[in-house]
């Protein structure tokens, strides 16, 4: 990767980070956390990976992205946003009434969703369902899975991971947000998981750890050359990712703050998308 194609994605990274918390402004709360630690990625997959045209969001050979952490919905509908699929002013409706963003993923009501999420664990075997059909009708398309580690102490997706390997599913990738933290505590306290990359690799995928902030290392990850083994990405990451107030607080799952903590939240990830912006006009 070049060092331009490095700055874009960082600062669209940056980009997804902003509008997702004015979003999240706009109602006072929400899953923050699990979505600021994804933003690298989203930026990576419908920045430089993914072959989507928000002009034909249901494209048949599009590539799709299965959020199974659905409550990370917030970042998916600012990435969408900013890419084009529908306004940006629609950003502030997030779970109103009749809205068309509700707190987690819905494919029936907001455009650029390919499936309905939430339920934890059901996610991963809807990926594999969606991947094992467009390979057996011949599509190019491949399947990016996003899967939370609180998420995987759900034994379905144990279950979709024996499937999905044993089947060679290998237009399907697994990415694993682990950012060591659950809804009431940390996945160390609840339930260690030890080594997921060796775990994915037992199971039959081809696994890698990597740093989840890291737009190159992202890539590199999500276009490695595809074998007969499905991939499975662990992203070493930080709950809240990129806005440090939130990184440091304990319970970050979902917050409901104050307009002027949301402003201080805005202003930080603002200073640096306007340095990033500064150091690309420089280079």
């Known amino acids: 990767m070049d060092a331009n194609c490095k700055h874009e994605l960082k600062v669209f990274a940056a980009e997804i980070r902003l509008a997702l918390l004015k979003e999240l402004k706009t109602r006072g709360f929400g899953h ?41 919905g917030p970042a998916v509908y600012a990435t969408l946003a900013l890419k084009g699929f529908f306004p940006m002013a629609d950003l502030d409706t997030l779970n109103i009434p009749h809205t068309n ?25 809807q990926a594999v369902g969606m991947a094992l ?30 499937f999905t390997a044993a089947k060679k599913v290998n237009n399907l990738v697994w990415i694993i947000d682990d950012n060591k933290k659950q809804l009431d505590g940390t996945t160390a306290e609840i339930l260690p998981h030890g080594d997921l990359r060796a775990k ?3 199971f039959g995928f081809d696994a890698v750890r990597i740093d989840g902030n890291d737009v190159e290392q992202l ?42 903590v949301w402003d201080s ?12 912006k500064k150091a690309g006009a420089q280079a």
């Open 219 to 260: 890539y590199d990850a999500l276009t490695k050359e595809a074998t007969d083994k499905p991939i499975a990405i662990v992203m070493d990451n930080i709950k809240g990712r990129g806005v440090k107030a939130v990184e440091e607080t304990a319970a970050n799952h979902s917050m409901n703050v104050k307009p002027e």
């Open 200 to 202: 994915m690799e037992a």
């Open 32 to 72: 923050v956390g699990g979505s600021l630690s994804i933003c690298d990625l989203l930026a990576v997959l419908y920045g430089k990976v993914m072959k989507v045209d928000p002009k034909n969001p249901k494209w048949a050979d599009r590539d799709k992205l299965v959020v199974s952490k659905g409550h990370a």
């Open 133 to 162: 059909g467009d390979k057996l009708k011949g599509r190019p398309s491949r399947t990016f899975l996003i899967v939370g580690d609180g998420e995987i102490d759900e034994g379905q997706c144990w279950e979709a991971a024996m």
């Open 101 to 125: 963003l509700p707190s987690h993923c819905d494919k029936n009501k907001t455009v650029g969703v390919d499936c309905t999420t939430g339920s934890l664990g059901q996610g991963t075997s």
């Open 265 to 276: 939240y805005i202003a930080a990830v603002e200073a640096d998308l306007e340095a990033l």
